[in-house]
């Protein structure tokens, strides 16, 4: 929303983009800090840890803010918290199921912001379980499109490593596999010479609902104000666009 005409001058529309750099930081420390706490701090041993660092360099995080999250979760260095991850369930505009993902040292403070922030976006909470049904955890690669990467060649690349589907996205390939089968389909990309945005862990739905112009807007709002907590690290949602309707929002 920096364009936006209430934000036209450089000055806000510069606040804006670092307070969000400045939350995606915090979120990108997060991840790194839980994937050296679980697997180590040497990135070769600990795929969670090399993608988790990469996705921190794409966002132009300073190596020395990575280094010492390594180091705070692999307990070489003190003032690691004891992030937990913790879902909640419920339901945006026009039925559309949400999934989202917290990594929080407080429970009780987590639980209290992102239901404020649901019901007042026009959503409910959920009983878990309640729409975790409709969502399976999937390894999703997004690869770069070029002049010479085609979507044959990232067949080619990713279908012995376990690839389920390739996706043509415009810009970028999305390749879906298997949660156990991320590592696998990003090196296997590696190896062809085949750069990619990013390789994490998501849930995908089994099932979409489409949404008008009016539904799109108010959903979008919905995952926007969960999207600024600073727990939450991921939100899902089971909706579809199409293609006129996002136009039509501009």
């Known amino acids: 929303m920096s364009g ?16 969000r750099r400045a939350k995606s930081f915090v979120k990108l420390v997060k991840a790194i800090e839980v994937a ?3 697997g180590g701090a040497d990135m070769v041993g600990n795929p969670t840890l090399f993608d988790a660092v990469a996705k921190a360099k794409k966002n132009s995080m300073p190596s020395d803010n990575i280094e010492r999250a390594i180091k705070r979760g692999a307990g070489l260095e003190s003032g690691g918290a004891d992030w937990q991850t913790i879902m909640y369930e419920g339901y945006g505009p026009g039925g559309v199921a949400i999934l989202i993902e917290c990594l929080s040292d407080n429970r009780n403070r987590a639980a209290s912001e992102v239901r404020v922030a649901v019901t007042r976006n026009g959503g409910t909470m959920g009983d878990p379980g309640s729409v975790a049904y409709l969502f399976s955890r999937k390894g999703v690669v997004l690869a770069n499109k070029t002049s010479t990467v085609n979507e044959e060649k990232i067949l080619e ?3 012995e490593a ?15 596999s298997e949660a156990s089968d991320l590592v696998a389909v990003r090196t ?9 945005e990013s390789a994490e862990s998501s849930f995908l739905p089994s099932m979409s609902i489409p949404l008008d112009a009016e539904q799109a807007t108010k959903v979008f709002s919905l995952i926007e104000a969960i999207e600024e907590l600073d727990d939450v690290q991921n939100v ?15």
């Open 4 to 19: 936006h005409s209430k934000w036209a001058t450089t000055k806000h529309k510069k606040a804006i983009i670092d307070g």
């Open 36 to 38: 050296a706490r679980s």
């Open 157 to 159: 690349a990713v279908l």
């Open 162 to 176: 376990g690839a389920e589907e390739v996706n043509d996205l415009g810009d970028s390939f999305e390749i879906v």
């Open 188 to 196: 296997a990309l590696q190896s062809a010479g085949i750069e990619y």
């Open 236 to 250: 899902y949602g089971n909706f579809d666009i199409s293609d006129e309707v996002m136009a039509s929002l501009g």
